[in-house]
Nanobody, 127 residues
């Protein structure tokens, strides 16, 4: 079955960096776009970034544009989220997710377009 396992979260000071990883198994990773979402305490889950199945296209939320970068390594079945210039508003649980459609032609913000989710990794940014 499809499994997504995030890692790389932790506690970091404001202005610092973290790189999250999401290791996928149980499906042909290279056929699917992948996304990152986050959820802060008391808030709804929100879109952060997405990357196409080939890695050739990305979509980044305005709130993190210029600070976060998404990438993937299809040979390693892994998608990454590089987070720089972190601030306390970036605190939350970060989830990776697989898009529903193989070889999808566009990237999506809506979580309803993703069918498999990891368990999440906690990111805490102290001020």
């Amino acid at each position: 079955q499809v499994q997504l396992v995030e890692s790389g979260g932790g506690l970091v000071q404001a202005g610092g960096s973290l790189r999250l990883s999401c290791a996928a198994s149980g499906h042909t990773f290279s056929r699917y776009a992948m996304g990152w979402f986050r959820q802060a305490p008391g808030k709804e889950r929100e879109f952060v970034a997405a990357i196409s199945w080939s890695g050739g296209s990305t979509l980044i939320a305005d709130s993190v544009k210029g600070r976060f970068t998404i990438s993937r390594d299809n040979a390693k079945n892994t998608v990454y989220l590089q987070m720089n210039s972190l601030n306390p508003e970036d605190t939350g649980v970060y989830y990776c997710a697989r898009e529903v459609t193989a070889y999808g032609g566009r990237l999506h913000h809506d979580s309803g377009n993703y069918d498999y989710w990891g368990q999440g990794t906690q990111v805490t940014v102290s001020s």
